[in-house]
C-alpha cells in the first residue's frame, strides 16, 4: 500500500501500537467536532444524500449528524464499540469491526447508495483497501464523503496525518480516494476554523 501511495514504509504507523480494541473498548459518548462543525456537516448531508437512500456510516459513533426530517431507506453504522452504536438512534442495525485487522466490508456490492466517515479517516492503516471496499458496495452513482476536522486522539492516527496540516490532510484524503477508484475527490471547506473546529469534507463518486 505505501508503494501504490508514494509513502513511506512508516507512514501509517501510530504512537500507540496497542491493539485498537482495547483502545475502543470503554464507550465514548462524546462528540468529536463542536456544535458549529456538527450544524454544517447536517447541512452538508441535508443537501448531498438521497432521500430514501441506503446509508453507510463508516466509524461512527452514538451520533451520525443525519438531518432531522431525512428520510432514508436504511442506515448501517459501523464502528469498535458496540455500547456506542447502540446508543445511536439513527441507525436501523451496526456491525462491530476492526478494519485496520480486517478492511474487508460485510456487505453486498451495489447495495449503498452513500458511505460516510466522519473524523475518523485519521486511523485507518489501510485507508485505501478501506475505501476499495466503499467503492464496492457503492452502487453506481453513489457518493462517499469523508469529513474531518483538526481534532483526533493523537497517539491513534497514522504518522502521515499527524505530520500534515489540514490544507495537505484535505489533499492526502484526495490521494486515497483517486487510489480507491474514486471520481471526484472534490474538496469544500465547510468550517474556516475561525470561530469555531474547522471541518472540511471531501467527496468522491462511484
Not at 45 to 71: F, N
Not at 179 to 196: E, H, I, M, N, Q
Not at 198 to 203: K, W
Request: aromatic letters at 8%; hydrophobic letters at 45%.
Amino acid at each position: 500500500m505505501t508503494d501504490e501511495l508514494g509513502l513511506p514504509p512508516d507512514a501509517f504507523a501510530k504512537m500507540d501500537g496497542e491493539d485498537d480494541a482495547i483502545f475502543y473498548r470503554e464507550p465514548r459518548l462524546v462528540t468529536h467536532i463542536d456544535d458549529a462543525a456538527i450544524a454544517a456537516l447536517t447541512l452538508f448531508y441535508r443537501s448531498r444524500l438521497p432521500q430514501q437512500g441506503a446509508i453507510l456510516d463508516l466509524m461512527s459513533s452514538w451520533v451520525s449528524h443525519l438531518p432531522s426530517g431525512s428520510v432514508f431507506s436504511r442506515v448501517i453504522g459501523h464502528g469498535m464499540n458496540a455500547a456506542e452504536l447502540a446508543a445511536n438512534p439513527r441507525l436501523d442495525r451496526f456491525f462491530v469491526q476492526d478494519l485496520n485487522r480486517e478492511p474487508t466490508l460485510p456487505l453486498e456490492s451495489a447495495s449503498i447508495d452513500a458511505v460516510l466517515i466522519c473524523a475518523s479517516i485519521q486511523y485507518l492503516e489501510q485507508p485505501v483497501a478501506v475505501l476499495r471496499e466503499a467503492a464496492r458496495v457503492l452502487k453506481g452513482g453513489g457518493e462517499i464523503i469523508v469529513s474531518f476536522s483538526n481534532r483526533c486522539f493523537p497517539t491513534k492516527a497514522v504518522a502521515i496525518w499527524r505530520a500534515l496540516d489540514i490544507r495537505r490532510q484535505a489533499g492526502l484524503v484526495s490521494l486515497y480516494m483517486e487510489k480507491a477508484g474514486f471520481t471526484g475527490g472534490d474538496v469544500a471547506l465547510l468550517v474556516d476554523g475561525s470561530r469555531s473546529d474547522p471541518l472540511v469534507a471531501a467527496v468522491g463518486w462511484k
